[in-house]
């Protein structure tokens, strides 16, 4: 687990309609649920906010202060703007730190010096980006790496049961899920157009009889 992210936030008084007005002013909703403390709105500064939760993941474990209270929390959804794509709003989920928790936590595919890409020019085809891990919050993991390293030949796979996991930490999707898949590149070409003499491409199917008759000599003359 990497260093703990520290959020501080205020108890929201403003609810509904009227929070837009906190939004022009560059405040960020939220809410904070959980262990040890019942649903509350909450205030955070929205570009403070915005900048640390860009280098975080959904299994970061972050120090969420609210006045003079402490959370270990954890980000369970975020609301963006349709069109700005900036954060709307926040939903925090307060953890115990002695209990097993469940999240989802990215996956980073390690894709240099893969043999498979480098002596057959396999390419690599991602089957999931994230695994759902169980652990304590104090092993937490931002992310699991997938060492594709050890894919020497077209055909070769690395599964879920494959994955080397940090201490104390349990993948609970099937072991068997596919994570990465080295297959060939190669094309099958679809069979040339057979052409005449002249060039010019022959119709498939039965071959056209033209009929010389009287009139054609007729013309001909």
């Known amino acids: 687990m990497s260093e703990q992210i520290i959020l501080e936030a205020t108890r929201r008084e403003v609810i509904g309609k009227q929070v837009k007005q906190l939004r022009r002013e560059g405040k960020l909703p939220a809410v904070v649920y959980g262990y040890g403390v019942d649903a509350t709105p909450i205030l955070l500064d929205l570009r403070e906010t915005s900048r640390i939760l860009k280098n975080t ?8 202060k ?5 959370h270990n929390v954890l980000v369970r959804e975020v609301q963006k703007g349709i069109l700005s794509r900036a954060i709307t709003h926040i939903d925090f989920q307060a953890i115990a730190m002695n209990v097993l928790v469940r999240t989802q936590v990215p996956l980073v595919v390690l894709s240099e010096n893969v043999p498979a890409v480098n002596d057959f020019d396999a390419m690599l085809n991602i089957g999931v980006d994230s695994v759902e891990i169980e652990c304590l919050p104090r092993n937490l993991p931002d992310q699991i790496e997938v060492d594709a390293s050890t894919l020497i030949s077209i055909g070769d796979s690395i599964t ?5 996991l940090p201490e104390g930490v349990a993948v609970m999707d099937d072991p068997e899920t596919m994570l990465v898949f080295a297959s060939s590149q190669q094309i099958l070409e679809e069979p040339e157009e057979e052409v005449d003499e002249f060039g010019d491409e022959l119709a498939e199917g039965e071959p056209e009889v033209l009929e ?9 003359e």
């Open 212 to 220: 010389q008759g009287k009139g054609d000599e007729e013309a001909e």
């Open 66 to 70: 609210v006045d003079d209270a402490e």
């Open 57 to 64: 993941s959904v299994s970061t474990l972050i120090n969420l």
């Open 160 to 164: 879920v049961a494959d994955l080397v």
